[in-house]
């Protein structure tokens, strides 16, 4: 199991784009990839379940892979977060 956390930077949080764009990237993977904060966990498999979350920017959320390929799955989530969030 990984588990990492992420700072949303985005100025508008985590909104249909890039939950949409998470949502793509998650389906690559057979691992099981969650969400986490403040106690609430998701799995990530809809993009309601990820905008119910309510991430803003700021809020820093933790993201749990378990799996046969989640170093790969680690890897594009943290380029994800890291890159991708930035172009939304």
């Known amino acids: 199991m990984i588990s990492r956390d992420y700072i949303i930077f985005d100025k508008n949080g ?11 990237l998650r389906r690559q993977f057979k691992s099981e990839i969650s969400l ?11 993009m309601l379940n990820i905008l119910a979350m309510g991430l803003k920017s700021e809020d820093t959320v933790t993201v749990i892979i378990e799996g046969e390929d989640e170093a790969e ?3 594009a989530m943290d380029s994800f977060f890291s890159e991708d ?4």
């Open 73 to 75: 799955a680690s890897r």
């Open 36 to 46: 986490k904060k403040d106690g609430t966990t998701i799995q990530m498999k809809s």
């Open 85 to 88: 969030m930035k172009n939304f």
């Open 14 to 24: 985590m909104h249909a784009r890039p939950a949409t764009a998470l949502l793509k």
